[in-house]
């Protein structure tokens, strides 16, 4: 057997493992009257579980909007992640002067890099783990855009492709 025939044989195991796991919804879809293929399921529950993160995402900001208190920052440490860029540490004191730090969102810039650099931050004084630097609109608009496109884009394809196996 060469290798390329021992790949589109694990290829069509991993393709029948995914229809397996499919079978129930696309049975379900089938109740309400639509015949779904497994690949455009997969589609429809990949767009469904970025358009809950891209919910999460517009609803922190919508509520930063509306409720969110500003506040001075300092950058205490730099979380490296995994694989992802290197996101400052900020710490922040509530209107109570309690003390609070998040890992901000964005990656570093020549102002958060350096640590004690002070930092404008708004947060959700009923729930102040939600936070997130001040400004940086470009930054913010693409991570959203971001999320909306993730959202969107196996969306679209479910409903304009051609039908896929």
């Known amino acids: 057997m060469t290798i390329e025939q ?7 195991q991993i393709q029948v493992l995914f229809e397996a796991a499919l079978r129930p919804f ?4 089938k109740i309400f009257g639509y015949d779904v293929s497994p690949g455009r399921m997969w589609l429809l529950l990949v767009s ?3 358009m809950a993160v891209t919910l999460a995402v517009l609803r922190d900001e919508i509520v930063l909007a509306t409720r969110g208190r500003r506040a001075g920052g300092r950058v205490i440490g730099i979380d490296p992640g995994d694989e992802s860029p290197d996101r400052p540490i900020i710490q922040f004191k509530d209107v109570l002067g309690r003390s609070h730090d998040f890992i901000s969102n964005l990656g570093c810039n020549a102002a958060t890099r350096a640590i004690g650099a002070t930092v404008d931050i708004i947060y ?8 997130r630097e001040q400004g940086r609109p470009a930054a913010r608009a693409l991570s959203v855009a971001f999320w909306v496109f993730l959202g969107l884009f196996p969306f679209v394809l479910f409903l304009f492709a051609p039908e896929m196996r």
Do not use: G
């Open 6 to 12: 021992l790949w589109n044989a694990v290829f069509q």
């Open 26 to 29: 696309v049975l379900l879809t």
């Open 48 to 50: 469904l579980c970025f």
């Open 124 to 131: 959700d004084p009923l729930k102040p783990k939600r936070a």
